[in-house]
Nanobody
């Protein structure tokens, strides 16, 4: 599976961005998908995830109520809608795929993801 993240950019605080992650392969619909981010000097952290059924989602406390993850299995794409952005959201955002999670399971641990995209930079100015 190859993952291609896009949609990052520079935005002012309070603004919005929508990230996309396009996946190759015919089994995308069976993967739990996650978004992670890594700021300079910090560890990679979980942002949000969606089960392969699409019925379960999970978010980091820092983004709850502001970010929404969704998926379109027909397009092999997962999205991260980011609203009310803050300067502390500045980071490189990565999408990732987990092959073995259950139908309604969202994996939040980076080491349990099997495939990673190349990352897209999000910069929020104050």
């Amino acid at each position: 599976v190859q993952l291609q993240a896009s949609g990052g950019g520079l935005v002012q605080a309070g603004g919005s961005l929508r990230l996309s992650c396009a996946a190759s392969g015919r089994t995308f619909s069976r993967y739990c998908m996650g978004w992670f981010r890594q700021a300079p000097g910090k560890e990679r952290e979980f942002v949000g995830g969606i089960s392969w059924s699409g019925t379960s989602t999970s978010y980091a406390d820092s983004v709850k109520g502001r970010f929404t993850i969704s998926r379109d299995n027909a397009k092999n794409t997962v999205y991260l809608q980011m609203n009310s952005l803050k300067p502390e959201d500045t980071a490189v955002y990565y999408c990732a795929a987990n092959r073995v999670a259950g139908v309604n399971t969202v994996t939040t641990t980076p080491n349990l993801y099997d495939y990673w995209g190349q990352g897209t930079q999000v910069t929020v100015s104050s």
